[in-house]
């Protein structure tokens, strides 16, 4: 039983350029992807900044209208704004910035009790002290303590904000929480404490985790499938053990061969040279092709399908 | 020893430490412990108690005119001296402070109601709302605040009511601008969109998320609104299109004070103390108030 799954989820955004605004250009910032998840599974989903992780995280829970393709919640498919209560109740998100994801003018208590509030599914029927008793749960799991509950966000640390942060998608009693690059914005030691908790609810709650990030290592530790993404597109997916030890698309074996976390821009060792397309033109062959060391001219040509091989799925030509 | 305990994830004790809890102090609380706001909160009540009770105190009324005393001095019998007509000057300020508050009140009214819903409205909805909503607000900028009173004195007699229409008309166009470009930009933080990813709907999001987060720019723009409001009532009464004679407002008197500024300064000095005071007032409290409601404000401890 999937909790998600997404069949050719497309996301274009339409940006004007120009004086008059005159020229309209289109991102292609998804571009038909599958994926699904089961549960108490974490999906980690790698790729290079601007590759549409976080617009496919975002698509997903219906944040970002989609273009094209089906979305299945919990055996429902999604088809517009009338579904998103039977969304949110499924999939939560914990944010990539603690700092900014916090409401500066709320308690902690406010933001924990704000989703209580405001969804007929989560909690309306709750009495207010069936509510106060639910966050002051939350608090506790999330390693935080009541009084600490009056508090503004601006009075804690990044690691705890983002605990609060884990808190708030946690009250809704969600089966999947989306985390867009959680744990980047902490230091090294923190990052270690928020990985320990979200296992730990993974472990007492069995809840879902798609774990957007551009660190591998992390995403190798946490997650027990990947899905490599390049340029709105799933390169490379399977279970981590095999994606790590017999990355089959060139891209993966590099970034596996890199074994750093990635920063916009940079070169992904001596094999990977060349320029990352732009997501605004229009590409009929392989998205890789520009980079790849094993181009023939298929790849310019047509755009290579996902197909399965073993346990893997990789979408290259020469596989 | 040490940094094998900095390493432990979520160890209990680091969780269980947190005890020592002072109740947080309220936004009242924090307003209390500013004393330049209790100043300008003090002044404005004053200012409002001497605008109602002020004129009793006093035998004269603010058309009470004595020829025989006409420039006088301040004295016992005049506190605040007499103008060229002979009427007492203490009685006209504090009438004219009745007229320049509700201006100046009225003025923060329309900034807070009209102001505030029309920029949030056009910042939160964008596009082509926000095109012709701010489009609007231009097109009444253009226009001189003159010329609306000059028109409306054509169809209303001169008087507070068509202050008060002309106010209405330009007085919220700065706030809305000012709204609006906050809301712009709040509209792109994360906690916005997070909300969203709880369900939180629309006009929750803008009135419990977004405007609390403007509380600073709206109170400062207010407390320069006010003091504006109040000169351009002076201004109006000025050249003749405010209140009439010989009802007085604090631009009134202060206007007749220029004239004999020379010889009797007294007549110009009490108006514009008025003014003054009233707008040291004004900021000092809307200056308190602002720091009382961010929750970043110093706390003292």
């Known amino acids: 039983m999937n909790i998600w799954e997404t069949e050719n989820l497309t996301k274009h955004f339409t940006v004007r350029r120009g004086l008059l605004k005159q020229h309209q250009q289109v991102v292609h910032a998804l571009n038909g992807v599958s994926l699904h998840q089961g549960v108490g599974e974490t999906l980690g989903l790698v790729g290079e900044s601007g590759c549409g992780k976080s617009t496919f995280g975002r698509t997903l829970m219906g944040l970002y209208p989609k273009t094209a393709g089906r979305v299945l919640v919990a055996g429902r498919e999604i088809t517009g704004p009338a579904d998103t209560d039977h969304v949110l109740s499924h999939i939560q998100m914990v944010f990539q910035d603690p700092y900014a994801s916090l409401n500066p003018r709320m308690t902690v208590r406010q933001s924990l009790l704000e989703p209580l509030t405001v969804r007929a599914t989560t909690g309306t029927s709750l009495s207010e002290t069936a509510k106060q008793a639910k966050v002051d749960d939350i608090l506790e799991q999330v390693g935080l303590s009541k009084a600490q509950g009056e508090r503004y966000p601006h009075e804690f640390s990044g690691g705890q904000r983002q605990r609060i942060g884990i808190g708030r998608a946690l009250i809704s009693s969600p089966q999947c929480i989306i985390c867009d690059e959680p744990i980047s914005a902490l230091d090294v030691s923190i990052q270690v404490q928020i990985v320990s908790l979200l296992e730990r609810l993974q472990a007492e709650q069995g809840i879902s985790y798609v774990f957007i990030s551009h660190d591998l290592n992390m995403v190798r530790y946490v997650s027990q499938r990947i899905a490599v993404m390049y340029l709105g597109g799933v390169v490379e997916e399977g279970p981590t053990q095999a994606v790590y030890e017999t990355p089959l698309h060139p891209y993966t074996q590099a970034l596996i061969k890199l074994n750093a976390p990635l920063a916009p821009h940079m070169t992904i060792g001596p094999v990977l040279t060349g320029e990352v397309p732009s997501p605004l033109a229009d590409l009929w062959g392989c998205p890789f092709a520009s980079r790849c060391p094993e181009k023939i001219a298929q790849c310019e040509e047509a755009k290579p399908p996902l197909v399965v091989r073993g346990e893997q799925k990789v979408a290259c030509w020469r596989r | ?301």
């Open chain 2, 1 to 301: 020893m040490r940094a094998v305990d900095d390493f432990l994830p979520l160890a209990p004790t680091a969780v269980a430490t947190e005890t020592a809890y002072r109740p947080r102090p309220n936004a009242w609380q924090r307003l209390k412990e500013n004393k330049l706001a209790l100043v300008g909160l003090f002044i404005i009540i004053c200012m409002l108690l001497l605008a109602i009770v002020g004129p009793w105190l006093s035998p004269y009324t603010y058309a009470d005119q004595n020829l025989a005393q006409a420039n006088q001095g301040p004295s016992s019998e005049h506190w605040f001296g007499t103008d060229t007509l002979g009427r007492d000057l203490y009685v006209r300020v504090v009438y004219g402070a009745r007229i320049s508050l509700a201006v100046g009140f009225v003025a923060a009214a329309i900034n807070l109601v009209i102001g505030v819903i029309y920029g949030s409205v056009a910042g939160f909805f964008g596009g082509k709302v926000d095109r012709l909503m701010m489009g609007f607000v231009d097109i009444l900028y253009g226009i001189p605040l003159l010329l609306y009173v000059i028109l409306l004195m054509v169809v209303l007699s001169p008087g507070l009511t068509s202050i008060f229409i002309a106010l209405g008309i330009a007085y919220w166009l700065t706030m809305a601008r000012i709204v609006r470009s906050q809301i712009v930009t709040l509209k792109n933080e994360e906690y916005v969109l997070a909300a969203r990813s709880m369900g939180v709907p629309a006009w929750r999001i803008l009135f419990r998320h977004m405007l609390p987060n403007c509380v600073g720019p709206i109170i400062i723009t207010m407390t320069l609104a006010i003091p504006e409001a109040i000169f351009t009532e002076a201004f109006l009464s000025f050249i003749g299109l405010g209140v009439n004679a010989p009802m007085a407002s604090w631009g009134v008197l202060a206007a007749e004070g220029i004239n004999s500024m020379r010889s009797y300064p007294f007549q110009l000095i009490a108006p514009a103390l008025a003014i003054g005071i009233t707008m040291l007032g004004f900021t000092f409290f809307g200056d308190g108030l602002r720091n009382a409601l961010d929750p970043k404000g110093e706390v003292k401890r």
